[in-house]
């Protein structure tokens, strides 16, 4: 069983940026495909990136090259650097671990882009 726990969100402005962490515990990490998802109420979770275990990584098209995910084999943490945020940004962001049929997510860190 993997825990995963978010985070680094919290209230910024547009244009500005943040930091969200996801540490992960109780699993081998560098098995784990890690990703990062975002929600808005009443729409379904997207996907906002995600890197394997040999950090390859793969983004949004909506997202314009502002985010970089990364991870840290050693401290078994994965990043998501969001620079110039939006108010199109908003919105609760989940980690998730995945790796064949074992599929782990976090509670969530909410992300609020407002003046």
């Known amino acids: 069983q993997v825990q995963l726990v978010e985070s680094g969100g919290g209230l910024v402005q547009p244009g500005g940026s943040l930091r969200l962490s996801c540490g992960a515990s109780?699993?081998?990490?560098?098995?784990?495909?890690m990703a990062w998802y975002r929600q808005v109420p009443g729409n379904q979770r997207e996907l906002v990136a995600s890197?394997?275990?040999?950090?390859?990584?793969i983004y949004a098209d909506s997202l314009e090259g502002r985010f970089t995910i990364s991870r840290d084999n050693a401290k078994t943490t994965v990043f998501l650097q969001m620079n110039n945020l939006k108010p199109e940004d908003t919105a609760v962001y989940y980690c998730?671990?995945?790796?064949?049929?074992?599929?782990?997510w976090g509670q969530g860190t909410q992300v609020t882009v407002s003046s």
């Open positions: 109780g699993g081998i990490f560098t098995l784990y495909t």
């Open positions: 998730r671990a995945s790796a064949g049929r074992n599929d782990y």
């Open positions: 890197i394997t275990p040999g950090k390859l990584t």
